[in-house]
C-alpha cells in the first residue's frame, strides 16, 4: 500500500477478478460474502495493530504529517458520480424517512430505523449545543436529513447545507419547499475550493471528513466559518486505534476497493483530529459503538431486499438494462453488507463513530 496516499495500479489476481465478477452477479450467498469480508478485517487489524505503543502512534503520525503535504481532496469527481448522485426514490426505499445517509442511534433493540435517526439527530444537537436563533452550516449536507431537522426544530435559525451534488441540492430545496421551510439554503459547491465570507454559529459535518485530505487546510478553511464563540461538531467513521488511506491492503485484498472507488477515503483513528489542531482546538470528544453503524446498515439492507421488485426498474431507467440494474442492486447490497460487517466487527470496538467538538483557536 502506498503510504502516502498516491494510488497505486496494481494488476488484480484472477480470483479476485472472478470473486467481484460474482459479487457483481449475485452469485455469492450472504454469509459467504460475510465470512469473506471478515478475513480481510482480520488482515487489517493484523496490519494496523503494532506490537509496540510507540509504534502504534508512530504509524498515527506518519499518516498525520503525510496529509500536510496533500490537497484538501483528491478523486472528487469520482466519488460524487459513482456514490452521491444516487437517485432520490431508491434513498427514500432504502433508508428511514429522513434520508440520512450515514450512522444512526438505535439506543435499544427495538428501536427502528426512523426512530434511530431521529435520535442521532438529537445527539447531533444536544453536543453541538445548538440553540433557536443560531445560524448553521451543514457541510456535506447529503439528503439534508440534519439541515431539515434544525431547520424545523429551531424556527428562528437559519441553516446553511452545503453539497457538490446537484440532485441533493434540488431534493432539499423541494423538500423545505413542501414544508415551509423559509429558512433553509442550500449552495451547491465543491467544499475543497469553496470561498465564502459568512459566519456561523453552529458548523456541523458528518461523514464529510473521511473523504478529505489535508486536514491542516480543511480545518483552517473551516475556523474562518466559525463566528465568534460559534463551535464545529464533526462526526466521522474511524478505527478506534490505527489510521489508514482506504486503499487495498496488497495484491490478495478484494475487499477495501468493494465500495468505495480508490483513492476516495481515509479512515481516520478515533483520535486522529487532535492532532490537527493550528486553527481549532478541541473543547469535547465521544466515540459511539460500531454496533450503531452496523444495525443501520442491517437496516438498509432489509428494506433493499424486501424491495427489489420496486427498485429493479428504477435502475433499468437509470442504467439502460435488467443485466446492469441487477449489477448495481448487488453493488448497494455490498455497500451495506461491508458496513454491517466492518462496524459489526468484535461487537462495534473496532471500527466505530466518533464526534469531535471544537472552537475556534484564537
Ligand atoms: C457520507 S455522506 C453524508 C451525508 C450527510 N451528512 C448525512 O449524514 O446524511 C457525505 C456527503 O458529503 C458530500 N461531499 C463529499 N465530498 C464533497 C465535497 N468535496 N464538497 C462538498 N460536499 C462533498 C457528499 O455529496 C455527501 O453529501
Not at 457483481?24 to 496490519?47: C, F, N, S
Not at 467513521?237 to 483513492?263: M, Q
Not at 438494462?321 to 466487527?345: Q, T
Amino acid at each position: 500500500m502506498a503510504v502516502d496516499g498516491k494510488q497505486q495500479v496494481v494488476p488484480k489476481k484472477t480470483f479476485i477478478v472472478e470473486l467481484l465478477k460474482k459479487l457483481e452477479l449475485g452469485l455469492v450467498p450472504y454469509d459467504e460474502i460475510k465470512k469473506l469480508i471478515r478475513i480481510e478485517l482480520q488482515r487489517r487489524l493484523q496490519w494496523g495493530y503494532k506490537s509496540t505503543h510507540e509504534e502504534q502512534i508512530d504509524q498515527v503520525m506518519k499518516l498525520a504529517h503525510s496529509l500536510r503535504h496533500t490537497n484538501i481532496a483528491t478523486e472528487v469527481d469520482t466519488l460524487d458520480s459513482q456514490m452521491y448522485e444516487v437517485p432520490i426514490d431508491f434513498l427514500k426505499i432504502m433508508n428511514g424517512s429522513t434520508l440520512k445517509g450515514s450512522c444512526c442511534y438505535f439506543q435499544h433493540d427495538s428501536t427502528t430505523l426512523d426512530e434511530a435517526e431521529i435520535a442521532m439527530l438529537d445527539l447531533y444537537c444536544e453536543r453541538a449545543q445548538i440553540k433557536d436563533g443560531h445560524s448553521v452550516l451543514d457541510l456535506g449536507c447529503g439528503q439534508g436529513a440534519l439541515t431539515l431537522y434544525v431547520a424545523q426544530k429551531y424556527k428562528n435559525s437559519r441553516v446553511t447545507a452545503v453539497t457538490n451534488s446537484v440532485s441533493q441540492k434540488e431534493y432539499i430545496e423541494e423538500e423545505s419547499r413542501r414544508r415551509n421551510l423559509s429558512n433553509v439554503e442550500v449552495l451547491l459547491a465543491d467544499i475543497t475550493t469553496h470561498k465564502m465570507a459568512d459566519t456561523y454559529d453552529r458548523i456541523l459535518v458528518v461523514g464529510l471528513f473521511e473523504h478529505m485530505k489535508n486536514y491542516e487546510l480543511l480545518l483552517r478553511k473551516i475556523s474562518e466559518w466559525i463566528a465568534k464563540d460559534g463551535l464545529l461538531f464533526v462526526e466521522h467513521i474511524c478505527h478506534k486505534t490505527f489510521a489508514y488511506h482506504y486503499e487495498p491492503l496488497d495484491e490478495d485484498d478484494w475487499f477495501t476497493e468493494y465500495v468505495f472507488p480508490a483513492g476516495t477515503m481515509i479512515i481516520p483513528s478515533a483520535s486522529f483530529f487532535l492532532y490537527f489542531q493550528d486553527d481549532v482546538s478541541v473543547v469535547n470528544h465521544w466515540t459511539l459503538s460500531g454496533k450503531h453503524f452496523s444495525r443501520t446498515n442491517e437496516e438498509w439492507l432489509k428494506r433493499l431486499d424486501a424491495n427489489v421488485e420496486v427498485i429493479k426498474p428504477m435502475f433499468v431507467t437509470l442504467t439502460g438494462s435488467e443485466e446492469e440494474a441487477m449489477k448495481l442492486i448487488n453493488y448497494w447490497r455490498g455497500f451495506c453488507l461491508s458496513g454491517m460487517v466492518m462496524f459489526g466487527y468484535n461487537k462495534g470496538e473496532e471500527w466505530m463513530a466518533s464526534h469531535v467538538l471544537f472552537k475556534k483557536s484564537y
